[in-house]
């Protein structure tokens, strides 16, 4: 697959095969193309060479892009409502999951009364209700401070084991690419290329300070800083 602009290339032969229930994890340089990968997944590009067969997609971009005057309850409920639903049906059926995602009592608060941790629950549980197979996250959490980084990660982790889905990935942590995925894809600088797939094969659930300190874990960080000249 290649994706040009003008005369940049962005991406040059990517090929990604994603199976079903596998969380990948895409790391690479600024400007390599991992969110323009994104986007061809999501149908929000086509590319210049080759196809994209994907499943359809629920895509969370960077910023929660909440709406400020809907309540938490609404906003989640917001993708159902672009399906179909109305309002109270949305409501009805994001409700019994706020507990589960670590929401519960603050389902009528407002995006600003929110912490940015939380935003980012509620953005993720609009992206999941959409109840499509593929999710698509690009720094779902690069905005967060990095100690609430940290609780997201291991939170996304667990909710990943509550309800499986297939998933890619674009960060530039490594760190939480592979506390997150199943296999982490590494770019090339621009154009983007595939120079490394890194498998992680740790045991689900994942208890983020045991995994990131073990062993396993920094020979796995050792190979992915490897594959990005680092």
């Known amino acids: 697959m290649v994706r040009r602009f003008g005369a940049t290339v962005a991406l040059d032969g990517v090929d990604l095969p994603v199976p079903s229930g596998e969380v990948v994890a895409i790391v690479g340089p600024s400007g390599c193309g991992k969110s323009t990968l994104l986007e061809l997944l999501a149908g929000l590009q086509e590319p210049d060479a080759g196809t994209v067969s994907a499943s359809p997609a629920a895509f969370m971009p960077q910023r929660d892009l909440l709406l400020p005057w809907r309540d938490a309850l609404a906003n989640a409920g917001l993708a159902l409502e672009c399906a179909g639903a109305s309002r ?3 409501r009805r059926a994001a409700e019994p999951l706020f507990e589960r995602f670590g929401l519960a009592r603050f389902e009528r608060a407002r995006p600003a009364e929110l912490s940015g941790g939380m935003r980012q629950r509620v953005a993720f549980l609009r992206t999941l209700l959409a109840g499509r197979p593929l999710l698509l996250l690009d720094e779902p959490f690069a905005s967060l401070d ?11 982790a667990d909710a990943l084991v509550e309800e499986p889905r297939t998933v890619v990935l674009v960060t530039h942590d490594v760190e939480e690419a592979l506390f997150l995925a199943d296999r982490v894809v590494v770019l090339s600088p621009r154009p983007g290329r595939v120079v490394a797939e890194i498998l992680v094969e740790l045991s689900r659930p994942r208890p983020r300070r045991e995994t990131v300190t073990s062993p396993e874990f920094a020979a796995l960080r050792a190979r992915a800083l490897e594959a990005l000249g680092l």
């Open 88 to 90: 109270a049906e949305a």
């Open 146 to 156: 990095a100690i609430t980084r940290a609780e997201m990660q291991e939170w996304l």
